[in-house]
């Protein structure tokens, strides 16, 4: 028997995206979000409301880093998803964060963070309020590479869990993709 | 030291979205699909090329649903992301999926895959092939629930490894998410 729970945002799983900007002052800020997506084999798409700080810096800078949040820094990472920095300034500081400028564009790294996408910006709708930027680079610290490749196990990534308000970490390997060599998604 | 990578399309964790619909002839179809997220309060977006035949499917019948991929049945999951209805028209069986129509939308809910979301076709863009779905429902199976409520723990919704080719499992909680209880996205 399906229980119907009617129309909601529920989805498994979710992730936490961690987007870091400059101010117009140089500041770093950071947000949390989990409304966002690869949409393109060199994009990213992220749903933000324009009310946002991050909005405001993103479009002045054309460009942002989203870092996907792991377990090692979970309270500081919900931190910045919870407080604005509309209203405290130095929220980035205040979560213990601190920022290494991007050698690819103008944004902050978080250097606790060990995985991060430097990204241009490439559009905001103001009607649906969706941010997509072109990846320019990913880089990740050695700390979570496995020959030389991003290790989910060292880098334990963290998800959302919208029903339950909640963040879960990622689990053991259940198997491999493309048993015959196709591509998932094209 | 960080090591860099270029523009590659890395993010942690991405979904595995099993996408369900039904051709001109009421026969159901799934794929799976890793670039999609929630785009809204009651929206997921998709990224699929046009050459799907899910993509003519939800065209011609204006509804689709998503099931996240679950760690009980990956080897299915997986065979529908590689295999191709337009060369393998009876995946779907081959798969071993059965399906029930939505009470909401025309489209076949996957008995299998516990949790589902319902969904109506909102948009097809056709440059960046964008599908845009309106959530009308979520529906999920008694068994995958505590207290009323869906529950990670017994859903085992799986994550991509877009690095490593792999799926995992998500694992244990690690922390409780809006701690002040503002919303994390808007």
């Not at 979000?33 to 990213?44: L, M, R, T």
């Not at 979560?95 to 430097?118: C, Q, R, W, Y």
Request: charged share 25%; glycine share 4%; with cysteine.
């Amino acid at each position: 028997m399906r229980k119907n729970f009617g129309s909601k945002a529920f989805l498994y799983p979710q992730p936490v995206l961690i987007i870091a900007t400059y101010d117009e002052n140089g500041t770093p800020d950071a947000m949390n979000a989990a409304w966002g997506c690869i949409c393109d084999y060199d994009k990213i798409l992220l749903c933000l409301s324009a009310e946002h700080k991050t909005v405001e810096n993103l479009l002045a800078r054309k460009a942002f880093t989203v870092s996907p949040a792991d377990a090692a820094h979970v309270v500081a990472e919900d931190y910045v998803g919870v407080v604005s920095a509309n209203k405290v300034p130095d929220k980035f500081k205040k979560a213990g964060f601190h920022a290494t400028k991007s050698e690819f564009v103008d944004a902050p790294i978080i250097n606790e963070l060990p995985m991060t996408l430097e990204c241009v910006l490439e559009s905001f709708d103001k009607e649906t309020e969706w941010v997509v930027g072109k990846i320019v680079n990913v880089s990740a610290e050695e700390s979570v590479l496995t020959d030389e490749k991003i290790d989910p196990a060292k880098l334990q990534p963290i998800a959302f869990d919208p029903v339950n308000y909640a963040y879960h970490c990622l689990g053991e390997k259940v198997g491999n993709a493309f048993k015959d060599g196709l591509t998932l998604n094209q």
